[in-house]
């Protein structure tokens, strides 16, 4: 299975920043996918992070409010911009394409807005 | 619209009753089906299932799927409060796509 790590693993900021979110893989994995859930729901998917080329943003997800980057096939970034209380969730990257097809979770940032 | 649904939504027990989760899905592709247990923030990976009628178990919770009647029940027996958490059901249709989830069942185990 895939080690997946992520940074920082919770943080409250204030409202109008930004925060970045760091996602390390212990493997070259071909997808890497970004969630977000908020509190008391389930997993919404924001963007698959494609290596090499821009990110693919689900409805409802913009480039500008969360830029991706995908530099190598181990590593992506989640920027949360401009941040507001409706931003607080949890944010988790998740690998897939692994060798078993299963995809695994990071650990998962845990923000607050306020 | 690809769709995965579980049911119930929540569900409260005590410890030593046995449980069954449901998840039905309708998608375009199948590869595979997922269960995870989500207790704080990351779900932890429980069973992949490809085949129907094939049982995967790990100690006490096994699940099942059948391929044809399009849905996967997700067992634990003798509960423990350790079960309480929201298990979530996820299908894989590529093995290249992000998964397809339903809203999990928040399961909530009492002494």
């Known amino acids: 299975s895939a080690v997946i790590s992520q940074k920082p693993s919770r943080d409250i900021c204030q409202r109008g920043t930004s925060l970045t979110i760091q996602c390390q893989v212990d493997s070259q994995v071909t997808m890497m996918f970004w969630y977000r859930q908020q509190p008391g729901q389930s997993l919404t998917l924001i963007a698959t992070?494609?290596?090499?080329?821009?990110?693919?943003?689900e409805s409802g997800f913009v480039i500008d409010k969360f830029p991706i980057s995908r530099p190598n096939l181990t590593f992506s970034t989640l920027t949360v911009s401009n941040m507001s209380p409706e931003d607080s969730s949890i944010y988790l990257c998740?690998?897939?394409?692994?060798?078993?097809?299963?995809?695994?979770f990071g650990p998962g940032t845990r923000l607050t807005v306020t | 619209e690809d769709k995965v649904v579980q049911s119930p939504l929540s569900l409260v027990v005590h410890e030593g009753d046995t449980v069954t989760l449901n998840c039905s899905y309708e998608?375009?592709?199948?590869?595979?089906l997922l269960w995870y247990k989500q207790e704080k923030k990351a779900p932890t990976f429980l069973f992949m299932l490809?085949?129907?009628?094939i049982e995967k178990k790990s100690g006490r919770l096994s699940s099942i799927l059948d391929k044809k009647e399009l849905f996967s029940i997700l067992n634990i027996t003798a509960t423990q409060t350790g079960d309480s958490a929201i298990y979530l059901c996820?299908?894989?249709?590529?093995?290249?796509?992000?998964?397809?989830f339903g809203k999990g069942t928040r399961l909530s185990v009492i002494a």
């Open positions: 996820a299908v894989d249709m590529t093995g290249n796509t992000p998964l397809v």
């Open positions: 992070a494609n290596q090499g080329s821009e990110a693919t943003y």
């Open positions: 490809t085949s129907s009628g």
């Open positions: 998740s690998v897939g394409g692994t060798p078993s097809y299963e995809q695994y």
């Open positions: 998608v375009t592709n199948f590869r595979s």
